[in-house]
C-alpha cells in the first residue's frame, strides 16, 4: 500500500527555512541603514536567490516523497534530484 505525504509538509519545510530568510533580512536592514548600499544589494541577490531556490525545491521534494507500507516492512522514497 502506497502513501503520499501530507501537504501541510510543504508548510513545514517553509517554517524551517524561515531563521535564514530573517536573519538575511536583519542583515539587510542594518546594512541599509548604515548606508552600507553595496554589501546591502548583494544580500539582497542572496535572499532572491535563495527565495527561488526553495521555491522550486520545496515542491518538487514534497512531490517526490513516496511511502510504502508492507506486511513487514516500511520503505521512504524520496528526493528532488
Given at each position: 500500500m502506497e502513501f503520499k505525504s501530507s501537504n501541510k509538509l510543504t508548510l513545514i519545510y517553509?517554517?524551517?527555512?524561515?531563521?535564514f530568510?530573517?536573519?538575511?533580512?536583519?542583515?539587510?536592514?542594518?546594512?541599509?541603514?548604515n548606508g552600507r548600499f553595496i554589501p546591502m544589494s548583494?544580500?539582497?541577490?542572496?535572499?532572491a536567490i535563495a527565495l527561488g531556490i526553495l521555491?522550486?525545491?520545496?515542491?518538487?521534494?514534497?512531490r517526490s516523497i513516496i511511502l510504502r507500507l508492507e506486511s513487514d516492512h516500511a520503505y521512504a522514497?524520496?528526493?528532488?534530484w
Open positions: 517553509w517554517l524551517c527555512s524561515l531563521w530568510i530573517i536573519s538575511i533580512i536583519i542583515i539587510i536592514i542594518v546594512l541599509g541603514v548583494i544580500f539582497i541577490g542572496l535572499l521555491n522550486i525545491w520545496i515542491p518538487r521534494f514534497y522514497k524520496f528526493g528532488v
